[in-house]
């Protein structure tokens, strides 16, 4: 996947809204105000961090060379996937889907429920 292929699924779950943090080189995407995905912009590594269950993050890093920790959120369960690397496409999009559905289960019940139905 290329980064506008990132950013175009991304916008595609219900909800989400993007913005620059802090510097022009990365995207962050939110849902419901919560981080589910950080997109970088890096011409030459362009990779996505994504959140995930602690089972699903080590089998993940266990799976693929292009997937490592995101030390950068000081969260164990986040992991960083470079885009330009045999993983394939929809393995990308379940990790970034896996992501949102993380945040989606932490967020007040009323609120998640309308998540759920759809």
């Given at each position: 996947m290329n980064i506008e292929e990132v950013r175009i699924y991304?916008?595609?779950?219900?909800?989400?809204?993007?913005?620059?943090?802090?510097?022009?080189?990365?995207?962050?995407?939110?849902?419901?105000?919560?981080?589910?995905?950080?997109l970088s912009l890096d011409a030459e590594e362009p990779n996505i961090a994504v959140?995930?269950?602690?089972?699903?993050?080590?089998?993940?890093?266990?799976?693929?060379?292009?997937?490592?920790?995101?030390?950068?959120?000081?969260?164990?369960?986040?992991?960083?996937?470079?885009?330009?690397?045999?993983?394939?496409?929809t393995e990308i999009k379940e990790q970034i889907h896996h992501s949102y559905r993380q945040v989606i289960a932490k967020l007040p019940k009323k609120i998640r429920d309308a998540y759920e139905r759809e």
């Open positions: 991304s916008l595609s779950l219900k909800n989400t809204t993007e913005s620059f943090p802090f510097d022009d080189v990365s995207l962050v995407f939110k849902v419901e105000n919560k981080m589910y995905l950080l959140k995930c269950d602690p089972e699903a993050a080590t089998e993940l890093r266990e799976r693929y060379a292009a997937v490592c920790p995101a030390y950068h959120f000081n969260k164990k369960h986040w992991n960083t996937i470079y885009l330009e690397s045999d993983m394939p496409d």
